[in-house]
């Protein structure tokens, strides 16, 4: 934009709140909804599970009185009462388990849906200081079931696009825009609902429909995007797709039979990720269809996928071999983020899915690694952890420990892990370890729906990239697409950038 190139930004991960620019912007991955959260969805039911310890979802419990309920969803805190409570907006409604409907009001907003049927999306207010001011909020209702169990599901509520709360774009305006043009939509930054799914609020089938509103939302804004870029003389529009990432890691398990959960998985779906990569070939076709000859087309994917099997907890292995301790008071199954971890006795210790840390005297507050002692601590670790084999099936599990001080450069290497673990395919580190916990066992069976992952070792799950003209860059990588564009528009390319141009010969 500081060259006067028109360019669209819309939902690059990582951009929230968005960067001020003058770019048209939408923020993308890591964008709340109206909670603060990544996603709380609500289901409203009259048969409550029994297990209500969920993540990223809330049940609200109701007694039908001769087939009318209320039920409260969930807003922002309200910083204007003390304690700033949550603020709530009442849900009323009627059902009628003969015809399998639901009558449903929201604010002032009425919707009939039969079951099996989603509502559009609902505007909801919630009310701060009365008659002052309130907090607008959209989402969308789901009639699962109305017998023998009602069950509804809203799904966590959005930032009002066109009246956000939080910056969710550039200009302000932006979001608005994008509501004239093609309606309401997920502002959420990644909108399938995942853990709707983990929690079994939604079927298989219920969450292939709810992932598949996104992507038909997403097509169609893609089309009027196309419409505006089409008309330019010159210009650029970054658009990204969030469904091929989020169905892998969902339903993998429902197509690949080594899956420990796929005999749970609903069959009918096994097919899903091709669907949504054929459909993704139809959004590309339509790019084709509307650019002309001259304009240069690049699709790209910074990773693959592998399945997701065996979890590997990596704090239980250093507690085994004896680089972490906990404290003799603590129960190791009680550590949670790392709390009640013996620090006078712990020289390595794991935190994130892929990151392993020295206890560093100087760095870490209660260090004891002499830095001296580092060098030969990361050798080792990183030669025992490459060795270690899954008993289970006596395969490797761990492909290669990268030391960081090796791969990374930079002000800030030191201050992130000493090791990225790199697994195999099949293998993953657990959820428990990379929040800092300390189970019993080193490995486990992934029991979990999230079935496909990518935080393995880099070259088991590499990314691709397409473009519309040769590529003369033998080894294209990630770093390559900046300085690439900034070249296509004719803009020095800063020194600090370390890629190359795509379509020319590395010198």
Known sequence: TENGIDATIFRVPANFPPVECEARSLSGMGTPDITGNYGISTLITDDPPLNRDLGGGRVVSVWLDDGLFTADLIGPRNSYKEGDPESTVVIEGRVDRETHTAWLKVGDTEVVLEQGEWSEWVTVEFEMIPFIQKVSGTCRLFLMSTDPALRIYATPVQIDPSNPVMPISTPDSYSSEIVDKTGYFYTQGLPDDTSGLENGFLSDDDYVQQSQLVLSERVEQLGAELDRFSKLDEGFLFFYFNSPDQTCHMVWRNMDDSSPTHDQADL????????????????????????????????????????????????????????????????????????????????????????????????????????????????????????????????????????????????????????????????RGSNESALGKVPDTVFMDNMLKWSGDHCIAADEVPGIIMVNRPILRDDPALVDMAPTILNLFGITVPEEMVGGDLFAPRK
């Not at 304009?295 to 994917?301: A, F, H, R």
């Not at 983020?337 to 990151?355: E, F, K, P, Q």
């Not at 580092?374 to 099936?393: R, S, W, Y």
């Open 268 to 427: 009918h779906h096994a097919d899903r990720i091709a669907v949504v990569y054929a459909e993704l070939d139809e959004a590309l076709g339509l790019v084709l269809d509307q650019v002309d000859e001259k304009t240069i087309v690049m699709v790209m994917s910074d990773h693959g996928f592998a399945p997701w099997n065996r979890a590997i907890h990596v704090n239980a292995w250093l507690r085994e071999n004896g680089y972490l301790a906990v404290k003799d008071d603590v129960d190791p199954s009680s550590v949670d983020m790392l709390m009640g971890i013996d620090w006078s006795r712990t020289r390595a210790y794991a935190v994130g899915i892929n990151g392993l840390y020295i206890n560093l005297k100087g760095r870490e507050r209660d260090g004891i690694v002499d830095p001296s002692e580092k060098d030969a601590l990361l050798n080792e670790l990183k030669t025992k952890l490459e060795a270690l084999v899954d008993p289970v099936n006596g395969k490797k599990a761990i492909k290669v420990a990268d030391r960081a001080d090796e791969v990374y450069h930079g002000p800030l290497r030191d201050t992130g892990p000493d090791i990225i673990v790199g697994y195999h395919r099949g293998w």
